[in-house]
């Protein structure tokens, strides 16, 4: 292992949220007078902290969401993760590797610690997680593009920034960790290559346990 310290990003990479989360975003978007649909949602908000889409909308149209946007989205993502959340395939098996192989992990999400915890109860991932290795943008204020996130988990375990990897789905997420000054693995499952071109290695479904030797 070339690495001392293992980041995963959550939607996308340990769960399969993305696909639900931007199709309800779009319509709680376009409800509300904002018009997106699914491919604009994954290309403007996939991988982004609550407080980007405020502030993307508001510059876009010059009016803020309701006050109460997080809560209501939320409360409909949380409902479709209870009827059809998953892991992503072979994710269970990556995890087990690295706890047999006694390699540190843990996640490091733009998601508030709540989508995390609902995500990984749903999908029996919560067994891989203990809290001292879940971290939310929700701890540093500022979400993925910024480095703060990475860094911050990485302080957290003693692990020095070059000696971490991440592994992300989206370009704000591979921005954000070569910001960190950290490696990082681009999951190409829902995101063109093209837009991970900084990452420093791509890799489709299935294939992350053999890199991570």
């Known amino acids: 292992m070339r690495y001392d310290f293992i ?4 939607d996308g990479v340990l769960v399969d949220s ?3 989360s931007n199709r309800l975003l779009a319509a709680y978007l376009t409800e509300l007078g904002h018009p997106t649909s699914y491919e604009e949602s994954i290309r403007d908000y996939m991988g982004s902290a609550m407080h980007r889409i405020h502030e993307l909308v508001l510059e876009r149209t010059g009016r803020r969401l309701p006050d109460d946007f997080d809560e209501v989205f939320h409360a409909r993502v949380f409902a479709a993760f209870e009827r059809e959340l998953q892991p992503v395939a072979g994710v ?11 390699v540190p992990y843990c996640v490091g999400s733009s998601g508030s610690h709540e ?8 999908t029996g991932l919560d ?11 929700q701890d540093v204020g500022r979400g993925k593009p910024e480095p703060d996130l990475f860094l911050y988990a990485a302080r957290r375990m003693g692990v020095a920034p070059e000696r971490c990897l991440v592994v992300e789905d989206s370009p704000l997420g591979v921005q ?7 490696d990082v693995y681009g999951f190409t499952a829902m995101t063109p290559a093209s837009r991970l071109a900084q990452a420093d290695q791509l890799f489709a479904l299935g294939e992350l346990a053999d890199l991570l030797v």
Do not use: C, Q, Y
């Open 7 to 10: 980041i995963f990003d959550n």
């Open 115 to 122: 989508r995390i915890r609902v995500g990984h109860r749903t």
């Open 92 to 102: 269970g098996g990556v995890l087990e590797k690295l706890a047999a192989d006694g």
């Open 127 to 137: 067994r891989w997680f203990t809290e001292d290795r879940v971290f939310s943008s």
């Open 18 to 20: 993305e696909p639900i």
């Open 176 to 182: 954000a960790a070569v910001s960190a000054g950290m």
